[in-house]
């Protein structure tokens, strides 16, 4: 599950994340939108990997607070390493550069409660990553909020809902505006044909 948002994020939001954040890391991304295929998302991931996502379903609506606030979507993944990549190979109008520089946090569910997590994941204790990313295309500056559980389909849902109820539960920190139509896969985002990348 995804926003994103025109702007960089707001102090208030970056300080009531920081005491999550456990990993900051800095890269740039290379999307491939070709063909402008739905539900497929190519990109060369800090020039060192390939990764291949295909849209596995809808996942449903986030409701916090009795508020729809977006909606969750299913993604297998597919990554591999890919030596020698040059700038060279992704120009054109069939690739989109995005530079990030993202603020990760991990959070485990143990018996469907989410915490700051601590260690490796072990028995019945699901893991989901959350992140505020500053994003650049070109001149643009967008910031997005993500959160994206990993392990088996049948767990995906509940440890995503945890940890939205521990992070979302309380008042929405200033500059945190959680609205249906900002939820959006990077994607979608970047499909010319949908993703106008301008100011709502």
């Not at 295309?137 to 993500?146: A, D, F, I």
């Amino acid at each position: 599950m995804r926003w994103l948002h025109p702007g960089g994020p707001a102090p208030a939001l970056i300080e009531w994340f920081t005491p999550f954040v456990d990993e900051y890391e800095t890269r740039e991304d290379a999307y491939l939108v070709a063909e402008h295929v739905q539900g497929i998302s190519v990109k060369i991931r800090g020039g060192a990997r390939l990764d291949i996502k295909v849209a596995g379903g809808d996942g449903g609506v986030l409701a916090v607070a009795g508020q729809e606030r977006g909606r969750a979507q299913y993604w297998k993944k597919w990554s591999f390493p890919t030596p020698g990549v040059s700038d060279d190979d992704v120009v054109g109008v069939n690739w989109v550069r995005v530079g990030k520089r993202r603020r990760i946090g991990r959070f485990s569910v143990r018996n469907g409660v989410a915490a700051p997590h601590a260690g490796d994941a072990g028995g019945d204790e699901t893991t989901c990553a959350v992140e505020v990313t500053d994003v650049l295309v070109g001149p643009q500056r967008w910031w997005t909020l993500g959160f994206e559980a990993a392990g088996d389909r049948e767990t995906l849902r509940g440890t995503l809902d945890a940890t939205a109820a521990l992070l979302l539960g309380d008042p929405l920190p200033a500059g945190l505006d959680l609205q249906m139509a900002d939820s959006i896969s990077y994607a979608e985002w970047l499909d010319p044909p949908r993703g106008e990348r301008s100011s709502r």
